[in-house]
């Protein structure tokens, strides 16, 4: 996969759409999806740098998804969208986005490399 490649995955399909649109500007490539099954399928061809989770993914399905993906892209990065201002991410993703912080940082956080 490209460099800056992509799996975004939530219930909000127009807030995905707006991200989509925002990171392919960014030159990622993005696959974006509501089904977290089919998310789990993409995480599964393996090579992705980013999984972008969503506050709307339930959290049995997070776990899912977080799992796999360490699985298949062990030096990727995981970044998870919140709708709350936090002060801490939580130790299982790289990164956490206060939704409403603007464009710039998404951008930022998707193009970080991993450590």
């Not at 399928?41 to 993914?57: H, M």
Request: charged share 25%; aromatic share 4%.
């Amino acid at each position: 996969m490209a460099d800056c490649s992509v799996i975004s995955v939530g219930s909000l399909s127009r807030l995905l759409v707006l991200r989509a649109a925002l990171l392919h500007s960014a030159g990622c490539v993005v696959f974006t999806t509501t089904d977290p099954e089919e998310a789990e399928a993409a995480i599964e061809t393996g090579g992705c740098g980013v999984l972008l989770l969503c506050y709307s993914v339930p959290n049995e399905w997070r776990e899912r998804l977080l799992r796999a993906f360490r699985k298949h892209s062990p030096t990727g990065r995981i970044i998870a969208i919140t709708d709350l201002p936090v002060l801490q991410a939580p130790k299982d993703v790289d990164e956490l986005v206060y939704g409403v912080d603007g464009p710039e940082i998404l951008i930022n956080a998707v193009r970080r490399k991993a450590a």
